[in-house]
Structure formats: C-alpha cells, structure tokens
C-alpha cells in the first residue's frame, strides 16, 4: 500500500502542509517561494509527529554546498532534516535552516531537526554538554528528536545517557528522544531501566538488509524504524528486481526502495546533494507496490550491510 499521511488527533489536517508567509516580518517579500510540504507524516509513541522523509546529511561538508542541499531540500517540501555531532556539519544545517525559515517566513516548528550524540560523549553530564553544543553550532532552541547515535560498550555510561536525553525532554531541549543503531539487546537492556520509551530506532534497513526479528522487537514497543541507508548506498540500483519494478511503476529504482521502506511506516532518510535527486527521492508517495512485488523485494533479503556502526547479527 502507498504511504499514508498521520495527523495527530489534536491538529487539524492543515497543520502539515506549510503556510508560507507572504510578506516577512520586516516588510520584504520572500526571496523564494516553496512548496507546499510533503504531507506524510508519522506519529511517534510520545504523541509528536515525524515527517517521513528526510535528508540526510552523512559526510556532508560543513559549508556552502550543504548549505545549498538544505535548501533545495525545504524548497521541494522535506521538513526533516537528519544531522548528527559526528558528520561534523551541524553549522551548515543551521545557517540553511535559520536562514530559509527567515526567508520563507516559515515558523520554526514547521521544520523538523534531528541531531544525535557521539559515542566519545557517553556518560550523563558528556550528553548534556554535547546536546547543548550541537544546540549551539545548529543556532536554535531546541531539537525536535535527539538520538543516541549508537550504544556505548559500557552498560552504565549507556544507561547515563538515556537518563540524561529523559531529564533534556524534560528541560524542552528536545521534543523527542531515541536511539539509533541498537539491536534486541541494547534494547531491551535499556526498556528494562528506562522511564521514558525511545520514539525512534534508526537503522539500516532496505530490501536487502530487512531486519525482521529487530523490528518486530521495535513494532513491539511502539518504536518507529528511522531507515538510513534506505538506498544500500547507491549499490542495489541496478539489481535487476529492482529495475524491472522501476519500470513497471515508470519510477526510477531509489523511488522503488524508498517506497517500500515508507509503505512499511518506516520514515526513510535519502542522502543527496543534488538538487534534483533530493526533489525525485521525495516522489514515493504516489503509488503502491502490489504484493507481487513485495514478495519480489522480500526475496531481495541477503543481510547486505554498509554501513560501519551497525554493531549487531540483528
């Protein structure tokens, strides 16, 4: 089934779709306008909404030219942007983000922002200084998701951590909190201690990577996967299953992946810094995969991994 656009019970259908002001605060016209957002749209376990579509920024330099993703990014209708301390361009997401919410007229919190601790920065006072740092370099208030960007070796400095994303949702640092790259273990090692549920797991999930015993574990506990990776890095796109699906649809073979990750409510972080990728990845929410042809992508499953913090078997 194609993806479905989730509205909280509390807001009305119009509160997805931007209204982008006409006029700014100081009198000038916009320097562009944007479209309308895309509406799909996840609601998390903590009663907050997740657009389901992201762009990523892994290894994404920390100037102009992500500047620029960013921007054609929000320009054709993403409102989620998934950075991190690591990928070490925090400063670039947020000049885009500050500058674009400024020149739209867009209020703040039209505009999702992810971030997530580094593994150097486990321990409970380390995350709260990350977390204030990445605040900082990002130039906002607050973050709507903050993640563990993967599980510290150490039991207790994990736990330390948790407690110390529980106490920032508490402060309004950040709306949501999760976790990303944790397998069973980590997991229900943390539900065992945790007052607070992760909203999120994000980890590597394709056709070829799928993960089904872990993400029962997360459907489970009302934890939504965050699919990075969505596109195997670029390296399946030519697999022939896949192709052949491309042209049944007439879409291109990363729309296929990326609508079969999303129709599995999963919200799905395509990396690009081409302005046109970035504008045809968002083009999966108009149609549907029968089940001939998720039976096709089932069979793709050959625990094909890329990427190098994924930690466990599951």
């Not at 990363?254 to 972080?269: D, H, K, T, Y």
């Given at each position: 089934m194609a993806p479905i656009a989730v509205t909280p019970d509390n807001v009305s259908p119009e509160r997805n779709t931007v209204s982008v002001k006409k006029?700014?605060?100081?009198?000038?016209?916009?320097?562009?306008?944007?479209?309308?957002?895309?509406?799909a749209a996840v609601r998390l376990n903590d009663g907050n909404t997740i657009p389901q579509i992201a762009l990523g920024v892994y290894k994404a330099p920390n100037g102009e030219e992500t500047e620029a993703a960013v921007t054609a990014a929000l320009d054709a209708g993403y409102r989620h942007i998934d950075s991190a301390a690591r990928y070490a361009n925090e400063e670039a997401c947020g000049r885009a983000i500050?500058?674009?919410?400024?020149?739209?007229?867009?209020?703040?919190?039209?505009?999702?922002?992810?971030s997530k601790l580094w593994d150097a920065d486990h321990g409970?006072?380390?995350?709260?200084?990350a977390l204030l740092d990445s605040l900082d370099k990002f130039g906002l208030d607050y973050l709507d998701l903050y993640l563990i960007h993967s599980p510290s070796d150490?039991?207790?400095?994990?736990l330390d951590s948790w407690r110390a994303l529980e106490d920032a949702q508490k402060f309004g640092k950040c709306r949501s909190i999760g976790v990303s790259n944790?397998?069973?273990?980590?997991?229900?090692?943390?539900?065992?201690?945790?007052?607070?549920?992760?909203?999120?797991n994000q980890i590597e999930i394709h056709p070829f990577?799928?993960?089904e015993e872990l993400v029962e574990i997360c459907k489970k506990h009302n934890i939504k996967i965050e699919a990075y990776s969505?596109?195997?890095?670029?390296?399946?796109?030519e697999d022939e299953r896949v192709v052949k699906l491309a042209k049944k649809h007439n879409k291109t073979p990363a729309q296929i992946l990326l609508n079969w990750s999303a129709s599995?409510?999963?919200?799905?972080?395509?990396?690009?810094?081409?302005?046109?990728?970035?504008?045809?990845?968002?083009?999966?929410?108009?149609?549907?995969?029968?089940?001939?042809?998720?039976?096709?992508?089932?069979d793709c499953e050959e625990n094909y991994v890329t990427g190098s913090l994924h930690k466990t078997e599951d």
């Amino acid at each position: 089934m194609a993806p479905i656009a989730v509205t909280p019970d509390n807001v009305s259908p119009e509160r997805n779709t931007v209204s982008v002001k006409k006029v700014l605060s100081n009198g000038s016209s916009p320097e562009r306008t944007p479209r309308p957002s895309i509406d799909a749209a996840v609601r998390l376990n903590d009663g907050n909404t997740i657009p389901q579509i992201a762009l990523g920024v892994y290894k994404a330099p920390n100037g102009e030219e992500t500047e620029a993703a960013v921007t054609a990014a929000l320009d054709a209708g993403y409102r989620h942007i998934d950075s991190a301390a690591r990928y070490a361009n925090e400063e670039a997401c947020g000049r885009a983000i500050r500058r674009w919410l400024e020149e739209t007229g867009t209020p703040r919190d039209e505009v999702f922002v992810t971030s997530k601790l580094w593994d150097a920065d486990h321990g409970y006072e380390p995350t709260m200084k990350a977390l204030l740092d990445s605040l900082d370099k990002f130039g906002l208030d607050y973050l709507d998701l903050y993640l563990i960007h993967s599980p510290s070796d150490d039991d207790q400095k994990r736990l330390d951590s948790w407690r110390a994303l529980e106490d920032a949702q508490k402060f309004g640092k950040c709306r949501s909190i999760g976790v990303s790259n944790f397998g069973t273990a980590h997991l229900q090692h943390l539900l065992e201690h945790a007052t607070v549920i992760p909203a999120v797991n994000q980890i590597e999930i394709h056709p070829f990577l799928q993960r089904e015993e872990l993400v029962e574990i997360c459907k489970k506990h009302n934890i939504k996967i965050e699919a990075y990776s969505p596109l195997a890095r670029g390296n399946k796109l030519e697999d022939e299953r896949v192709v052949k699906l491309a042209k049944k649809h007439n879409k291109t073979p990363a729309q296929i992946l990326l609508n079969w990750s999303a129709s599995r409510g999963n919200i799905v972080l395509p990396k690009s810094m081409t302005a046109s990728r970035i504008e045809s990845n968002a083009q999966i929410f108009d149609f549907s995969l029968d089940a001939e042809d998720l039976k096709v992508l089932a069979d793709c499953e050959e625990n094909y991994v890329t990427g190098s913090l994924h930690k466990t078997e599951d």
